[in-house]
């Protein structure tokens, strides 16, 4: 990666929203700026924001304030001002339903799988040839179980601990994306687990403010 770094953890705007499992991304954003010393308190356009370096490399830290549907919107206002390669300089981090809890996976291209998030990057950016950083939340419990009620929804226990473990090892990975690359990253990080506590029916009902 040359050049600056954006990296955008996606989620929701709002206290209600705070420590959801859809707003993974933004507690990782939050713990790469405790880690390096940045505030993530700046209104630039649609997002929060914050500037520092993460391993040595110069990164802008962001939280998408669209509301998970147009995460896109605010990520191509940084792309564009930075005139970044998002191939290249852009590491998004998610919430994914088709993962079971606590697993993650490092893709630098592909589908969105269901995302509406990853969904409205890819349209904003009109490619979707950038790393994403997916962080399993597990499926929701039955199938007659609302999405929306499950992912906007705030686990506690062990479920808490889990996810609470998924995080700081998905901003490890941004540090190892950052220093050695995302290959470096996808061999340590994309550990094999039983992927059958993913739900890939839900994936056209993901979802709200997702």
């Avoid at 880690?35 to 356009?45: F, H, L, P, Q, Y």
């Avoid at 059958?196 to 994936?203: E, I, L, M, R």
């Amino acid at each position: 990666m040359d050049g600056i770094v954006i990296i955008a953890g996606l989620g929701n705007p709002g206290r209600e929203y705070q420590h959801t499992r859809h707003n993974v991304g933004f507690e990782v954003a939050d713990i790469l700026a405790d880690r390096s010393g940045i505030e993530i308190a700046t209104r630039d356009g649609k997002s929060l924001i914050g500037k520092g370096q993460i391993a040595g490399r110069r990164v802008v830290l962001m939280k998408p304030m669209t509301y998970m549907n147009l995460s896109g919107e605010a990520i191509r206002e940084q792309v564009t001002f930075y005139k970044a390669d998002p191939s290249a300089q852009l590491i998004v981090v998610n919430d994914d339903i088709d993962l079971p809890e606590g697993q993650l996976r490092i893709r630098t291209k592909g589908s969105a799988g269901g995302h509406n998030g990853l969904k409205n990057i890819t349209l904003n950016l009109g490619t979707d040839a950038f790393t994403r950083i997916r962080v399993g939340v597990g499926a929701k419990p039955s199938p007659d179980y609302d999405l929306a009620d499950y992912v906007l929804g705030h686990p506690t226990g062990s479920d808490r601990k889990t996810l609470d473990e998924a995080e700081s090892l998905a901003a490890d990975a941004v540090e190892m994306i950052l220093k050695m690359g995302a290959d470096a990253a996808m061999n340590c990080f994309n550990r094999k687990k039983d992927d059958s506590a993913g739900n890939g029916a839900a994936d056209t009902e993901r979802n709200v403010h997702a």
